[in-house]
């Protein structure tokens, strides 16, 4: 699977659109871009993922620049209880074999403030 | 949200203890997972199942054992508990097969070995 980078920690005010950048620069073709985030001591909770084009649901969108190097998470409007760590990370589509494990990383630490 | 239930949430337990964490899913999803993880730290696959009567080890070397009897309910065993096992467990669901697999969490078991 891609690595993928992200800036460690980000603030933003309550009410605000959260932008949570992601660099994949070595992504593959075959390679989805998966979000996920944990609130402290919870398990993770998956929030959206997409291959080429932009994706939304009720959670987040998801923006996939045109060359699939990087992308952007966007909570539309943030409230305190996206305060959590926000994991990105690129893999291909299993088809069922073996043991696909996930592998998060550091994410970034998303700081919603009132 | 996903439907994938962990109980118990928080378990303090003492050392030689024979212990049990229940996960259940209503996804009907076929593939489902236990990670280990301790605060801060990456996420580590332990055990994986494809279906009824498959059960096979992850990534991570672990003295716990699983089952699968039926499809929606994902046991882990340890048939000893030592302090060595604190830790949180995860359990997670996906399908099998299709573009993308995108994998479910439960909350989360917390146990603590004294």
């Known amino acids: 699977d891609a690595k993928t980078t992200q800036p460690p920690s980000m603030d933003c005010a309550e009410g605000r659109a959260a932008n949570l950048p992601c660099n994949h620069s070595?992504?593959?073709?075959?390679?989805?871009v998966y979000w996920y985030r944990q609130i402290h001591s919870q398990g993770p909770q998956y929030i959206i993922h997409g291959l080429k084009n932009n994706e939304t649901n009720e959670m987040a969108s998801l923006i996939i620049t045109e060359d699939r190097k990087s992308s952007t998470l966007i909570l539309p409007h943030a409230t305190l209880r996206d305060t959590a760590v926000y994991y990105c990370i690129v893999r291909v589509a299993y088809s069922g074999g073996g043991a696909d494990g996930l592998t998060f990383g550091k994410g970034t630490h998303l700081i919603i403030q009132p | 949200e996903a439907d994938i239930y962990q109980t118990p949430r928080y378990l303090v337990i003492g050392t030689g203890k024979k212990i049990t964490l229940e996960c259940s899913q209503t996804m009907g999803h076929d593939k489902m997972y236990w990670y280990q993880q301790d605060p801060g730290m990456e996420l580590h696959l332990i055990h994986y199942?494809?279906?009824?009567?498959?059960?096979e080890k992850g990534d991570l070397s672990s003295e716990s054992t699983v089952s699968r009897i039926r499809t929606e309910h994902f046991p882990l065993t340890l048939e000893s508990a030592r302090p060595s096992h604190t830790s949180q467990y995860l359990c997670?669901?996906?399908?099998?097969?299709?573009?993308?697999?995108?994998?479910?969490f439960g909350p989360g078991t917390r146990l603590l070995v004294l």
């Open positions: 199942s494809y279906g009824v009567n498959s059960t």
């Open positions: 070595t992504i593959s073709g075959n390679e989805y």
């Open positions: 997670a669901s996906s399908e099998i097969g299709g573009a993308s697999q995108t994998q479910y």
